[in-house]
């Protein structure tokens, strides 16, 4: 497949990724792959801001909402997936579409999974009973003592990326860090990663109203319907852990939505942080004509 092409959408989050994978899906005509991991689940659509169903008709969409909270799901299971759909899809498609902000989860598609040990099952349970009993800090304390290379890298505050992290820590007796960045298998597609930036005031801006519009939307009553289920990893996210600190009595209503507004500021620096990493990334500005980006695309996958 060495003239087939992926075509990465990323960039930090509410700055129109889904509207532009769709105009470039319907020019080349083709199909998205999403790579947004909190996209997953069924249960789970204003928070994790699900795109419309006018949207998923104007383009065949993939991995939206196709498991349940339930399920184990992990980024390794999201890897074996994506690259069997896509051999699929590059056997009548020359370009696929993938778009999303969940970092990991491209970067498995694109780069392929670094390999960990077996790790005793009982010290993820011991691990999820801490974060049940004393809370995400002590994840957090124990993460810089045991491997303060990946505590500066990581979302300190995703307790799934915390437990991972400590698991292979205490089990293998080494670093996770040490584990990263290892060969691995080569992909039979090329890979154009596309990124999509605004200035931090304009991106801010746009994270902001669109907490507004999910609350309207009918934020709350999709969190209170997950409220029994709230110690599942699917559920540690932004959007709803605030507003369970909310329906608990602890926080008001107003601070709960602030506090969600500024961990979506947060989760967006931390994304760009990582996104800026690749050295090879297009980024186009979030209002760039789609001529001109599709100009950008075709010099490059014809060059």
């Given amino acids: 497949m060495a003239d087939k092409w992926l075509i990465s959408i990323i960039g930090p989050t509410a700055i129109g990724k889904t509207s532009l994978a769709i105009k470039l ?3 080349f005509g083709t199909e998205i792959i999403s790579a947004d991991s909190r996209q997953f689940f069924k249960e789970m659509s204003i928070g994790t801001a699900v795109p419309s169903k006018e949207e998923l008709a104007a383009a065949k969409h993939h991995f939206i909402q196709n498991i349940s909270i339930f399920d ?3 980024v390794g299971d999201f890897e ?18 993938m778009v999303g902000g969940s970092g990991l989860y491209i970067d498995a598609v694109t780069k392929g999974l670094d390999k960990f040990p077996e790790i005793d099952p009982a010290i993820r349970t011991r691990l999820n009973e801490l974060l049940k009993v004393v809370g995400i800090s002590a994840l957090q304390k124990q993460l810089s003592d045991l491997d303060p290379e990946y505590y500066q890298k990581v979302d300190i505050d995703n307790p799934h990326r915390l437990i991972r992290a400590l698991e292979i820590c205490i089990g293998a007796g080494k670093p996770f860090s040490s584990f990263l960045d290892q060969e691995k298998d080569p992909r ?4 154009l990663s596309l990124g999509i930036d605004a200035d931090r005031k304009i991106i801010y801006d746009r994270i902001n109203q669109r907490v507004d519009l999910m609350v309207k939307a009918g934020l709350l009553e999709e969190v209170k319907s997950l409220e029994p289920y709230k ?3 699917a559920l540690q996210t ?4 605030e507003l369970f600190k909310y329906f608990e009595g602890d926080w008001t209503l107003d601070f709960a939505i602030s506090e969600i507004k500024k961990n979506s500021r947060r989760f967006a620096k931390r994304q760009l942080t990582w996104f800026k990493k690749n050295e090879e990334t297009i980024w186009v500005n979030y209002q760039e004509d789609i001529k001109d980006i599709v100009e950008k695309i075709n010099q490059k996958i014809t060059s």
């Fill in 188 to 191: 039979e597609f090329k890979t």
């Fill in 80 to 97: 074996r997936e994506a690259i069997s759909l896509l051999q699929k899809l590059f056997s009548i498609n020359d370009i696929v579409i």
């Fill in 238 to 241: 932004v959007g709803y852990r």
């Fill in 72 to 74: 184990p799901y992990s």
């Fill in 25 to 27: 899906a319907q020019h």
């Fill in 231 to 233: 110690s599942l990893n």
